[in-house]
C-alpha cells in the first residue's frame, strides 16, 4: 500500500477474502442477516484403550493421621470399590513429633497392591506469590536532561523549564514506542520471553505438583494469564487472546489457560496480579503456573514528550514463592471523576484533572493505610516493612509525595535527616526502574517491585516490601510482599546491560517527538500499516529485535495482526502455522513487503569461537587484582577540574608489567590427578588414566542424592582445577590449576529435579564415572554406570552445640529405636542448649531448622527441617530448666534424600547439679570475615580465667567505606564468648582506641561498635605488626581491653 492523507494511514487492496471477513462486510454494510449455519467440528475425539486402575473392593482407611510439623494432611477418601475409604484424625506416632496438623488433602485414594510404596502428591499452595517478573520496554529512549535543554527554546517552554524534569520530577530518561508496537505486542513480547526464560534457566516447578513427578513443557505449564490495561485497543476482544497465539502455535494447541482482562486505569494490572494470586491459591488450582501481564503505553503530545513512558510486566505467580504475598492486605475502592476515557473519546489522553486525581491517590492511600494499620491490629506498618513501593502517577515525584504523607501518617515527628534517611533507605531502591522508563500506568507497581528486589538482592533477603498501588477512578491495594530467597532476576546493574540497555536506541528530543507522534496519531485508524521507522529514519529498520513482537497490520476491521521480529524476521516456519491463518484471511509477514536493503559498508562483529570464550573466563577468575596494581607507578595527586574538593590519582602503567591473568595451557609434561569429594569425606583420591590421555574416577553415591568435587594435580592443594561458578553441572568451563576457586565445586545432583537430566537421576548405591581430559582444553563430565551397584559408605551424624562452643561432636546410634536414629545427652546450664546438625563432619552438608520469621536465628522443635547444604546459619533451641539433662535425638530415612525424611525431638530425662563450662573467648575481626570463617581462640593461664590473650596482625586498610581511598595501617576486632553472637563483648562507642574512655559491654548490640588497633598514631602500627590483645576480668566481673605491639 501507498501512504496518503494527513492521517497517514496505510491503505491497500483488501486481500486474502474469508468466511469471517465477508460476515463482517454484512455487518458493516447495514443490516446484518444470521445464515442459521454454526460450525461444523471435525467429529474427532481421543479414543482410549478401555485399561483402568484395579484396587480392592470397597476399601477401608485405619483412620490413621498423622499429627505433627503443623503440615499435615486431612483425607476425605470418598470412594468405593476401587477407592480407599476412609477419615481420620492424627493421632501421633513415632514417626512425626507431636503437634496439631493443618490443612488438607484431597486426592484418588487409589488401592494400591501390598508391598508397594503409595506415593502422594500434594496440590495445597503456600507462601504463593511472585517467582520472578519479566520486564519488557521499548528501545526508544532520550535524557531527560537533554529534554530540558530542548524545551529551554523560545518556541516551547523557555528557560524555566531547566530542572523541572530532572530536580523537579526526579527523571533521568524516558522510554517511548512508535506506531509498530502498541499494548498487545507488549503482552506477546513480555510472555514469549518469560517463557523461553524459564526454558533456558531452568526454573520450570511444576514438576513438584504432578502425579508422575515430571515438569510440564514450558507451553503448557501456564494454568492462567490475566491481562492489566487502561490502553485497550478493542471494546470486545481480550489482549489476553492475543497472547493465546503463542501457545496455540509453539504449545501444540495449547488452550486450556484461564483468565482474561482487567481494567480500571492503572489499577488493571494489580487487579490482574490478584486474580492470579487468588487462582494459585485455590482449591481449583492445578499445579501450572499463573502469569499476570500489566501493559500500558503513557503516549505523550509533542509539548509533553518530556512525561512520556512505556512498559510491561509479566510477573511469575507459583507457591513457595521467594516474593511471597504475607499478611494482610487493604482496599480502596470509590467512585470518582478524577480520569476517564470515554468510549468514543477523540484522542488517546484521558480526560482528567491532574490536581484533582492526586488527591484521589493521596486519599486512597490514607484510606488503605488506616484499614491495614486495623487488620495488623494498630501496629506501625514501618516496624513491619522495610521496603515501599508506591504505584507511579506522573514520574518519581508523585511517588515521593506518597512515601512523604505515609511517613506524616506513621510518624509525623520525623523531620530533616531522619525523613531523608529513610527516604533513601526505604523507597529509593524502587526508583531505579521508574526514573528511566517513565509513569507506565498499570506496570509500575510491578516495576518497582522488580527494582527493590534487583537492586537489594542478598541484602533484601527475610525483608518485607509494602506495596501500594491505584488507578484512578478509583482503586487501590495496599499489600505486603515478604522475601525469602532471592527472585528469578539478575542484578539490576546487570540486567540493564542484559537487557534495558542492550539494543536500546537514544534519540534527541527533536527527533523523537515526530517519530512517537506517528504512534498517538493511530488513534482509531483502520486499513492501516506502521511507516514510522521507515519515515523518521529508514535505518531503524535494522533495529528492530528478533525477539520482539512488531504490529504488522491493522486491517480494515481494525484486527490487528503481529509478527516475532517484525519486517526484519523471516516469515514463520510452516510448522507453526494454523488452520485459523487461513480460515480467518490472516496476513502475514509476507505481505507485508520486504525488508529495505541494509547500508553497505557496515563493520559487523566478530563472532567470538567457543574456545576463545572459555579462555576469556579462565583469564578472568585467575586475575591477581591486588598484584596487578604493582604493575603502576603513581604520578601524582591533583585536585579534580571540575569538583575541586575531590582528589584524582594519576597511575601511569609501568613498560614491564607483569600479566596477572593467565590462560592455562597444557605444559607437555606427565602429571597425576586426584579428585576430591563429598562421597569420601573430602579425602583426595588418585584418579586412573585412559590410554586415550583421559583420566576418570567411579563413586558409588550416597544417601544425599547428590555429591560435589574438584580436582587436583600432583597432588598439590594449590593446583586446583574447578569449575568457573559454584556449584557446576558438568561440561561447563574448567579452570586451574590455580590457587583459588575455593567455594567453586561440581554438582552431581541425582534427585529428582527439574534441572535434572533424567538419565543423571539416581538412588543411592548408584554408580557413577567423572572423566577429565586436557588437550587442547580442559573438560570434565560425568556420566551414570547402568545397572552397577556399589556399597552406600555409612553416614556419621554430629552435633555442634552451645556447650561445646559449636565445636563437632558425634552423635551415636540409638540402639533402643530403629535404625536411622542417633541421640546424645546434655545438661542445660547458664548458655541454653542451642544447636544443629551436620553431617560427615563438613559444615556444607549442616542440617538446621526453619525459622518462622526472618529475624528469627533459633527455632523450637517444630520447626521445618532443611539441608544438609552450605545455608544453615539457624540453630534449634531447647527451652528448659537449669540442671536439665535432655536426649536430643535425631533421625534421617536413608532412602529418602528430601529434608521430609528428617526427624529432630527432644525429651527431658533427669535433673542434676549445674557443671557450669569454664568461659571461652574467640576475637573477630576482617581477619576472619568477623567470625564467619573461623574464630581465633584466646589463650589463659591454666587455672587462671580471669586474664585472656590473642593476636592479631595490622593489614591496610580503609577505616570509611564510603572512602576507600583513604587507607590506614589498623586492624578492628572484638571478642566473642562461647562463639554465641548474643555474648559480643565490645566497646559502647564505634572506632574505639585504648586511649578512649569507653565501657567495656557484653551483650548482642555490638554489630557496628569494634575497637580500632592502629586508629591512635601511639599505636606505631605498622604493615605487618602482630598485636597481643589482652582481655582482664575483674572478680566483680567487670572487663578491660587493653593491647601491645
Not at 531502591?429 to 510491578?446: D, M
Not at 556399589?790 to 535404625?819: C, H, M, N
Amino acid at each position: 500500500g501507498s501512504r496518503g492523507g494527513a492521517a497517514r494511514t496505510l491503505r491497500g487492496p483488501a486481500t486474502m477474502p474469508s468466511p469471517v471477513e465477508d460476515r463482517m462486510s454484512q455487518m458493516v454494510g447495514g443490516e446484518a442477516k444470521g445464515d442459521g449455519k454454526g460450525f461444523k467440528g471435525e467429529g474427532k475425539g481421543f479414543k482410549g484403550d478401555g485399561k483402568g486402575l484395579k484396587g480392592g473392593k470397597d476399601g477401608k482407611g485405619d483412620g490413621k493421621g498423622f499429627k505433627g510439623d503443623g503440615k499435615g494432611f486431612k483425607g476425605d477418601g470418598k470412594g468405593k470399590g476401587e477407592f480407599m475409604k476412609g477419615k481420620g484424625k492424627g493421632d501421633g506416632g513415632e514417626m512425626v513429633s507431636s503437634g496439631k496438623g493443618k490443612g488438607k488433602f484431597k486426592g484418588d485414594g487409589q488401592m494400591v497392591p501390598a508391598g508397594q510404596q503409595q506415593v502422594v502428591y500434594q496440590r495445597q499452595s503456600r507462601n504463593a506469590g511472585i517467582h520472578t517478573i519479566e520486564i519488557y520496554t521499548p528501545q526508544f529512549w532520550f535524557e531527560q536532561t537533554e529534554m530540558e535543554e530542548f524545551d529551554a527554546r523560545p518556541d516551547r517552554y523557555g528557560p524555566s523549564v531547566i530542572g523541572k524534569y530532572t530536580k523537579g520530577i526526579g527523571q533521568i530518561q524516558a522510554r517511548f514506542n512508535t506506531d509498530d508496537e502498541d499494548p498487545v505486542s507488549f503482552c506477546m513480547t513480555v510472555v514469549h520471553r518469560l517463557l523461553e526464560r524459564i526454558e533456558e534457566k531452568g526454573f520450570n516447578e511444576t514438576g513438584r505438583y504432578q502425579p508422575d513427578g515430571v515438569a510440564l513443557g514450558v507451553y503448557h505449564a501456564i494454568g492462567r494469564i490475566d491481562v492489566g490495561t487502561e490502553s485497550i485497543v478493542d471494546r470486545s476482544k481480550s489482549m489476553k487472546s492475543y497472547v493465546m497465539d503463542i501457545f496455540e502455535r509453539y504449545g501444540d494447541g495449547e488452550s486450556n489457560v484461564e483468565g482474561v482482562d482487567q481494567y480500571n486505569a492503572c489499577y488493571g494490572g494489580q487487579a490482574a496480579g490478584l486474580a492470579v494470586l487468588s487462582w494459585v491459591e485455590s482449591d481449583r488450582w492445578d499445579g501450572r503456573y499463573g502469569i499476570a501481564v500489566a501493559t500500558d503505553i503513557s503516549e505523550a503530545h509533542p509539548f509533553f514528550i518530556a512525561f512520556v513512558g512505556a512498559a510491561t510486566t509479566a510477573t511469575l505467580f507459583f507457591p513457595d514463592a521467594p516474593l511471597a504475598h504475607h499478611s494482610q492486605r487493604a482496599t480502596c475502592i470509590l467512585h470518582r471523576l478524577d480520569f476517564c476515557k470515554p468510549v468514543g473519546w477523540h484522542d488517546m489522553a484521558p480526560v482528567t484533572d491532574g490536581k484533582y486525581s492526586v488527591e484521589c491517590y493521596l486519599d486512597a492511600l490514607d484510606s488503605c493505610y488506616k484499614t491495614l494499620r486495623k487488620k495488623v491490629n494498630d501496629r506501625e506498618l514501618f516496624q513491619i516493612t522495610d521496603y515501599n513501593v508506591f504505584h507511579t502517577g506522573g514520574g518519581y515525584h508523585i511517588v515521593k509525595k506518597a512515601f512523604e504523607r505515609l511517613l506524616r501518617n506513621e510518624r509525623p515527628e520525623c523531620r530533616g535527616s531522619e525523613r531523608e534517611e529513610l527516604t533513601a533507605v526505604r523507597l529509593h531502591p524502587s526508583c531505579h526502574i521508574l526514573k528511566r522508563v517513565g509513569p507506565c500506568h498499570t506496570v509500575s507497581s510491578f516495576l518497582n517491585t522488580a527494582s527493590v528486589a534487583m537492586s537489594q538482592m542478598q541484602e533484601a533477603l527475610g525483608k518485607v516490601i509494602m506495596v501500594f498501588t491505584y488507578g484512578s477512578g478509583c482503586a487501590a491495594t495496599m499489600y505486603q510482599l515478604r522475601i525469602d530467597d532471592i527472585a528469578y532476576f539478575d542484578p539490576l546493574e546487570v540486567w540493564f546491560l542484559k537487557r534495558f540497555y542492550k539494543n536500546s536506541v537514544k534519540m534527541n528530543p527533536g527527533d523523537a517527538i515526530p517519530i512517537h507522534n506517528i504512534y498517538v496519531e493511530t488513534w482509531m485508524k483502520f486499513e492501516y500499516k506502521p511507516f514510522g521507522r521507515q519515515k523518521e529514519n529508514p535505518d531503524l529498520l535494522h533495529a528492530l529485535e528478533e525477539d520482539v513482537y512488531y504490529l504488522g497490520e491493522i486491517d480494515k476491521f481494525g484486527r490487528r495482526f503481529y509478527h516475532r521480529g517484525g519486517i526484519k524476521a523471516r516469515p514463520l516456519d510452516k510448522k507453526y502455522e494454523l488452520p485459523a491463518d487461513t480460515a480467518e484471511g490472516r496476513p502475514t509477514r509476507k505481505h507485508w513487503g520486504p525488508l529495505p536493503e541494509e547500508k553497505k559498508n557496515k563493520i559487523e562483529d566478530k563472532l567470538t569461537t567457543v574456545d576463545e570464550k572459555r579462555r576469556q573466563i579462565e583469564y578472568d577468575m585467575t586475575f591477581d587484582h591486588e598484584a596487578e596494581e604493582g604493575n603502576y607507578m603513581e604520578i601524582g595527586e591533583f585536585n579534580d577540574t571540575y569538583r575541586r574538593d575531590q582528589k584524582v590519582k594519576i597511575l601511569k602503567p609501568l613498560p614491564d608489567r607483569k600479566q596477572h591473568g593467565t590462560t592455562i595451557e597444557p605444559d607437555g609434561l606427565q602429571h597425576s590427578y586426584q579428585i576430591v569429594g563429598t562421597w569420601a569425606r573430602r579425602q583426595s583420591q588418585e584418579m586412573t588414566q585412559n590410554s586415550d590421555g583421559s583420566w576418570y574416577f567411579e563413586f558409588t553415591l550416597g544417601e544425599n542424592r547428590w555429591e560435589e568435587f574438584y580436582l587436583t594435580q600432583d597432588g598439590d592443594k594449590k593446583r586446583r582445577i574447578y569449575p568457573h561458578v559454584e556449584r557446576a553441572a558438568k561440561d561447563g568451563v574448567a579452570v586451574g590449576p590455580h590457587d583459588g576457586g575455593q567455594s567453586h565445586f561440581w554438582f552431581l545432583d541425582c534427585r529428582e529435579r527439574v534441572d535434572v537430566p533424567a538419565d543423571q537421576m539416581g538412588v543411592p548405591g548408584d554408580r557413577y564415572r567423572v572423566t577429565f581430559r586436557w588437550k587442547k582444553m580442559k573438560e570434565l563430565t560425568w556420566t551414570k554406570l547402568q545397572g552397577e551397584v556399589g556399597e552406600v559408605d555409612r553416614s556419621q551424624y554430629f552435633i555442634a552445640g552451645s556447650w561445646t562452643d559449636f565445636e563437632l561432636e558425634e552423635l551415636k546410634p540409638d540402639t533402643s529405636r530403629r535404625k536411622g536414629w542417633y541421640s546424645t545427652e546434655v545438661q542445660m546450664t547458664s548458655l541454653g542448649l542451642e544447636f544443629k546438625l551436620v553431617r560427615n563432619e563438613d559444615y556444607s552438608q549442616a542440617i538446621y531448622p526453619v525459622p518462622t520469621k526472618r529475624e528469627d536465628r533459633t527455632c523450637g522443635k517444630h520447626a521445618a527441617i532443611n539441608g544438609p547444604d552450605a545455608s544453615g546459619a539457624t540453630f534449634w533451641k531447647v527451652d528448659g530448666v537449669l540442671g536439665g539433662v535432655y536426649r536430643i535425638a535425631f533421625f534421617r530415612d536413608a532412602e529418602d534424600c528430601e529434608p521430609a525424611g528428617m526427624r529432630v525431638e527432644w525429651t527431658k530425662i533427669d535433673d542434676r547439679p549445674i557443671v557450669e563450662l569454664e568461659p571461652t573467648y574467640y576475637l573477630v575481626g576482617p581477619f576472619n570475615d568477623w567470625g564467619q570463617k573461623d574464630m581465633r581462640k584466646m589463650r589463659h593461664p591454666p587455672g587462671d580465667v580471669s586474664v585472656f590473650t590473642g593476636e592479631v596482625e595490622i593489614e591496610e586498610m580503609a577505616p570509611d567505606e564510603k572512602s576507600p581511598e583513604k587507607k590506614k595501617f589498623m586492624m578492628p576486632f572484638k571478642i566473642v564468648q562461647h562463639k554465641m553472637p548474643t555474648r559480643c563483648v565490645h566497646p559502647d562507642k564505634d572506632k574505639c582506641t585504648q586511649l578512649m574512655e569507653h565501657k567495656v559491654v557484653m551483650d548482642d548490640k555490638g554489630k557496628d561498635l569494634s575497637w580500632h588497633i592502629g586508629a591512635h598514631p601511639a599505636d606505631k602500627a605498622k604493615k605487618g605488626d602482630v598485636f597481643s590483645v589482652k582481655l582482664q576480668i575483674a572478680p566483680t566481673g567487670a572487663m578491660t581491653i587493653s593491647w601491645s605491639k
